[in-house]
Protein backbone atom coordinates (compact mmCIF):
# COMPACT_ATOMS: atom_id res chain seq x y z
CA UNK A 1 0.00 0.00 0.00
CA UNK A 2 1.07 3.51 -0.04
CA UNK A 3 3.56 4.54 2.72
CA UNK A 4 4.56 7.92 4.28
CA UNK A 5 8.12 7.98 5.57
CA UNK A 6 8.02 9.93 8.70
CA UNK A 7 12.08 11.32 10.06
CA UNK A 8 13.45 10.90 12.51
CA UNK A 9 11.87 7.81 13.82
CA UNK A 10 13.33 9.25 17.02
CA UNK A 11 14.70 12.56 18.45
CA UNK A 12 16.66 13.35 22.51
CA UNK A 13 16.54 16.61 22.62
CA UNK A 14 17.43 19.39 25.61
CA UNK A 15 14.52 21.21 27.02
CA UNK A 16 14.31 24.52 25.29
CA UNK A 17 15.25 23.29 21.43
CA UNK A 18 13.44 23.85 18.27
CA UNK A 19 12.00 20.63 17.14
CA UNK A 20 11.55 19.66 13.61
CA UNK A 21 10.24 16.54 11.54
CA UNK A 22 8.65 15.84 8.24
CA UNK A 23 6.61 13.48 6.20
CA UNK A 24 7.63 12.47 2.46
CA UNK A 25 5.63 10.78 0.02
CA UNK A 26 5.83 9.94 -3.57
CA UNK A 27 2.16 10.20 -3.74
CA UNK A 28 -0.06 13.56 -3.97
CA UNK A 29 -1.97 14.18 -0.82
CA UNK A 30 -5.06 16.44 0.12
CA UNK A 31 -5.14 16.43 3.68
CA UNK A 32 -2.26 16.29 5.89
CA UNK A 33 -2.59 15.82 9.59
CA UNK A 34 -0.48 15.57 12.85
CA UNK A 35 -1.46 13.56 15.70
CA UNK A 36 0.86 13.04 19.16
CA UNK A 37 0.06 10.21 21.05
CA UNK A 38 1.19 10.18 24.80
CA UNK A 39 2.07 6.40 26.14
CA UNK A 40 -1.32 3.79 26.61
CA UNK A 41 -3.22 6.55 24.83
CA UNK A 42 -4.85 7.67 21.75
CA UNK A 43 -3.52 9.80 19.09
CA UNK A 44 -4.70 13.88 19.68
CA UNK A 45 -5.38 15.88 16.83
CA UNK A 46 -2.54 18.65 16.76
CA UNK A 47 -3.36 20.32 13.63
CA UNK A 48 -4.94 19.81 10.26
CA UNK A 49 -4.10 21.27 6.94
CA UNK A 50 -6.02 21.22 3.76
CA UNK A 51 -4.26 23.26 1.23
CA UNK A 52 -1.32 23.15 -0.35
CA UNK A 53 1.17 25.78 1.18
CA UNK A 54 -0.82 25.87 3.98
CA UNK A 55 1.21 26.94 7.01
CA UNK A 56 -0.79 26.80 10.69
CA UNK A 57 -0.19 26.87 14.31
CA UNK A 58 -1.05 26.07 17.08
CA UNK A 59 0.64 27.38 20.31
CA UNK A 60 4.64 26.40 19.97
CA UNK A 61 3.55 24.20 17.18
CA UNK A 62 3.26 24.68 13.38
CA UNK A 63 2.73 22.66 10.73
CA UNK A 64 3.16 23.04 6.90
CA UNK A 65 1.18 21.24 3.62
CA UNK A 66 4.28 21.44 1.34
CA UNK A 67 3.70 22.94 -2.11
CA UNK A 68 3.96 19.64 -4.04
CA UNK A 69 1.62 18.01 -2.08
CA UNK A 70 4.01 15.39 -1.31
CA UNK A 71 5.53 16.40 1.96
CA UNK A 72 4.27 18.07 5.50
CA UNK A 73 6.45 19.04 8.07
CA UNK A 74 5.53 20.10 11.79
CA UNK A 75 8.23 22.44 14.01
CA UNK A 76 7.63 22.76 17.88
CA UNK A 77 9.45 25.87 19.22
CA UNK A 78 11.09 25.76 23.11
CA UNK A 79 10.40 22.06 23.69
CA UNK A 80 9.06 21.44 27.39
CA UNK A 81 8.64 18.47 29.42
CA UNK A 82 4.99 18.06 28.47
CA UNK A 83 5.64 18.09 24.39
CA UNK A 84 7.71 13.81 24.64
CA UNK A 85 5.17 11.68 23.09
CA UNK A 86 4.94 9.91 19.44
CA UNK A 87 4.00 12.54 16.64
CA UNK A 88 2.20 10.72 14.02
CA UNK A 89 1.73 12.22 10.53
CA UNK A 90 -1.43 11.20 8.29
CA UNK A 91 -2.41 11.95 4.94
CA UNK A 92 -5.31 11.39 3.11
CA UNK A 93 -4.04 10.70 -0.44
CA UNK A 94 -5.65 12.01 -3.78
CA UNK A 95 -9.28 10.31 -5.02
CA UNK A 96 -8.80 7.93 -1.85
CA UNK A 97 -10.71 7.90 1.35
CA UNK A 98 -8.36 5.96 3.89
CA UNK A 99 -5.57 7.99 6.07
CA UNK A 100 -2.29 6.54 5.59
CA UNK A 101 0.13 6.97 8.58
CA UNK A 102 3.47 7.52 8.94
CA UNK A 103 5.35 5.21 11.09
CA UNK A 104 5.65 8.19 14.01
CA UNK A 105 9.04 9.93 15.30
CA UNK A 106 9.57 9.49 19.38
CA UNK A 107 10.46 12.50 20.75
CA UNK A 108 12.43 12.39 24.04
CA UNK A 109 13.15 15.69 26.07
CA UNK A 110 16.19 15.77 28.37
CA UNK A 111 15.23 18.75 31.69
CA UNK B 1 -18.66 18.43 23.36
CA UNK B 2 -17.60 14.70 24.72
CA UNK B 3 -14.79 13.04 22.80
CA UNK B 4 -14.80 9.58 21.78
CA UNK B 5 -14.99 7.40 24.08
CA UNK B 6 -14.08 3.09 24.31
CA UNK B 7 -14.77 0.50 26.66
CA UNK B 8 -13.23 -1.28 27.83
CA UNK B 9 -9.91 0.28 28.43
CA UNK B 10 -7.94 -2.41 28.99
CA UNK B 11 -8.96 -6.69 28.65
CA UNK B 12 -7.45 -9.52 29.04
CA UNK B 13 -8.05 -13.15 27.25
CA UNK B 14 -7.10 -16.27 25.84
CA UNK B 15 -6.08 -17.63 22.33
CA UNK B 16 -9.28 -18.94 20.73
CA UNK B 17 -11.60 -16.76 22.73
CA UNK B 18 -13.92 -13.91 21.14
CA UNK B 19 -14.17 -10.58 22.02
CA UNK B 20 -15.96 -7.60 21.42
CA UNK B 21 -15.01 -3.76 21.43
CA UNK B 22 -17.36 -0.64 21.72
CA UNK B 23 -16.86 3.11 20.46
CA UNK B 24 -19.20 5.71 21.27
CA UNK B 25 -17.99 8.74 18.62
CA UNK B 26 -18.34 12.69 19.33
CA UNK B 27 -22.26 13.58 18.93
CA UNK B 28 -22.85 14.43 15.70
CA UNK B 29 -20.26 12.03 14.11
CA UNK B 30 -21.57 9.59 11.57
CA UNK B 31 -18.55 7.87 10.54
CA UNK B 32 -16.53 5.54 12.90
CA UNK B 33 -13.05 3.90 12.02
CA UNK B 34 -11.47 1.03 13.79
CA UNK B 35 -7.36 0.64 13.59
CA UNK B 36 -5.25 -1.95 15.42
CA UNK B 37 -1.83 -0.55 16.89
CA UNK B 38 1.26 -2.38 17.33
CA UNK B 39 4.76 -1.60 18.37
CA UNK B 40 6.38 -3.25 14.81
CA UNK B 41 3.06 -2.66 12.69
CA UNK B 42 2.38 0.84 13.60
CA UNK B 43 -1.27 1.95 12.83
CA UNK B 44 -3.12 -0.58 10.93
CA UNK B 45 -6.56 0.79 9.51
CA UNK B 46 -8.92 -2.17 10.00
CA UNK B 47 -12.83 -0.93 8.85
CA UNK B 48 -14.99 2.01 9.17
CA UNK B 49 -18.57 2.48 9.03
CA UNK B 50 -20.73 4.96 8.64
CA UNK B 51 -24.78 5.32 8.46
CA UNK B 52 -24.55 1.54 9.94
CA UNK B 53 -22.47 0.41 6.47
CA UNK B 54 -19.15 -0.71 6.52
CA UNK B 55 -17.30 1.64 3.78
CA UNK B 56 -14.17 1.20 3.79
CA UNK B 57 -11.99 -2.37 4.83
CA UNK B 58 -8.25 -2.91 5.42
CA UNK B 59 -6.30 -6.13 5.31
CA UNK B 60 -7.23 -8.16 8.11
CA UNK B 61 -8.91 -11.62 8.15
CA UNK B 62 -12.38 -12.38 8.41
CA UNK B 63 -12.19 -13.06 12.52
CA UNK B 64 -12.10 -8.87 12.67
CA UNK B 65 -15.49 -8.08 11.91
CA UNK B 66 -17.34 -5.14 13.24
CA UNK B 67 -20.71 -2.85 13.04
CA UNK B 68 -22.63 0.26 13.50
CA UNK B 69 -25.84 1.17 15.25
CA UNK B 70 -28.34 3.70 14.46
CA UNK B 71 -26.66 6.39 16.36
CA UNK B 72 -23.89 6.30 15.56
CA UNK B 73 -22.48 4.05 18.29
CA UNK B 74 -19.92 1.02 17.00
CA UNK B 75 -18.41 -2.15 17.92
CA UNK B 76 -15.69 -4.55 16.74
CA UNK B 77 -15.54 -8.55 17.36
CA UNK B 78 -12.67 -10.04 17.02
CA UNK B 79 -13.45 -14.21 16.87
CA UNK B 80 -10.53 -17.41 17.91
CA UNK B 81 -8.07 -14.88 18.96
CA UNK B 82 -4.55 -15.54 18.45
CA UNK B 83 -1.11 -14.25 20.46
CA UNK B 84 -0.63 -11.64 17.69
CA UNK B 85 -3.91 -9.90 18.30
CA UNK B 86 -2.30 -8.49 21.52
CA UNK B 87 -2.76 -4.46 20.31
CA UNK B 88 -3.98 -1.71 21.23
CA UNK B 89 -7.20 -0.72 19.41
CA UNK B 90 -7.91 2.18 18.66
CA UNK B 91 -11.51 3.87 17.29
CA UNK B 92 -12.23 7.34 15.56
CA UNK B 93 -14.97 9.41 14.79
CA UNK B 94 -15.14 11.88 11.84
CA UNK B 95 -18.26 14.10 10.61
CA UNK B 96 -18.43 12.46 7.57
CA UNK B 97 -17.63 9.59 5.10
CA UNK B 98 -13.57 9.81 4.32
CA UNK B 99 -11.87 9.83 7.29
CA UNK B 100 -10.50 13.30 7.20
CA UNK B 101 -9.67 15.05 10.54
CA UNK B 102 -10.27 11.84 12.38
CA UNK B 103 -10.17 11.76 16.13
CA UNK B 104 -8.95 9.38 18.43
CA UNK B 105 -10.84 7.74 21.73
CA UNK B 106 -8.04 6.83 24.31
CA UNK B 107 -8.09 2.34 22.89
CA UNK B 108 -8.81 -0.90 24.36
CA UNK B 109 -5.27 -2.18 25.16
CA UNK B 110 -6.33 -6.16 24.13
CA UNK B 111 -3.80 -8.55 25.86
CA UNK B 112 -3.90 -12.59 24.21
CA UNK B 113 -2.31 -15.32 26.32
Known amino acids: GQQLNQSPQSMFIQEGEDVSMNCTSS?????WLWYKQDPGEGPVLLIA?????ELTSNGRLTAQFGITRKDSFLNISASIPSDVGIYFCAGQLEGAQKLVFGQGTRLTINP | KAGVTQTPRYLIKTRGQQVTLSCSPISGHRSVSWYQQTPGQGLQFLFEYFSETQRNKGNFPGRFSGRQFSNSRSEMNVSTLELGDSALYLC????????????FGPGTRLLVL
Open chain 1, 49 to 53: LYKAG
Open chain 2, 92 to 103: ASSFRLGQETQY
Open chain 1, 27 to 31: SIFNT
